[in-house]
């Protein structure tokens, strides 16, 4: 079976504007991302989609429902879908890290998989979650919605790059931007990344 997969970060929120790490806090969009949400509805109205899978964070859920409410599909939540734990960075910025423990942010910068930051969840663990998110959606057109960080590194692992290279080959998924990609027979192919809807 063949299936396309369209990936897209959430719209954009208050900490997101202000570079704050934001994985498990329960952040709404703001106005600015309710809007990039209609956008994406707009696109998702003549994208034939079949199926909608969400993460449970409250962003994820608002673009995901705004989208459905266009389209007439229902919204499938699943966990797994979730941002990356940060740790002891939520809701901190890397500037504020960095005057407070410049070591650590060296590290994390040569390497943000092997020094991810402390207290959160290894983004080995995290490409695993979303992989197995992936193989269970049912459909054929589906929209993903997602986060930043997990995108980045789920498109890494498909295309055979190093994870540790995620932050420097694929600095952001934009907000409400498209990643469409190809599943069959097991392989995936990237057909576009951080285009606009």
Known sequence: MSQRLFLV???????????????????????????????LATWAASASLNGIVTSPAQR????????AAHVGLDVCVDER????????AEGRT???LLAEDPELVTRFEMDPVEHHMPDGEHPRAAVHR????????????????THNTVLRLLVCHWLGIPLAQYRRLLPRAEHCAITEVRVSGGGFALHRYNAAP
């Not at 970060?9 to 106005?31: A, C, Q």
């Not at 994820?60 to 989208?67: D, E, G, N, S, Y």
């Open 9 to 39: 970060r959430h719209g954009r929120t208050g900490w997101n504007e202000g570079g704050r790490y934001l994985g498990r806090s329960d952040i709404d969009l703001e106005e600015s991302g309710v809007e990039e949400s209609k956008r």
């Open 60 to 67: 994820a859920r608002h673009t995901a429902a705004i989208v």
């Open 81 to 88: 879908l979730r941002e990356l734990d940060f740790g002891a």
């Open 94 to 96: 890397l500037t504020e």
């Open 130 to 145: 979303m992989q197995a998110a992936i193989r269970e959606v049912p459909d054929a057109r589906v929209l993903v919605v």
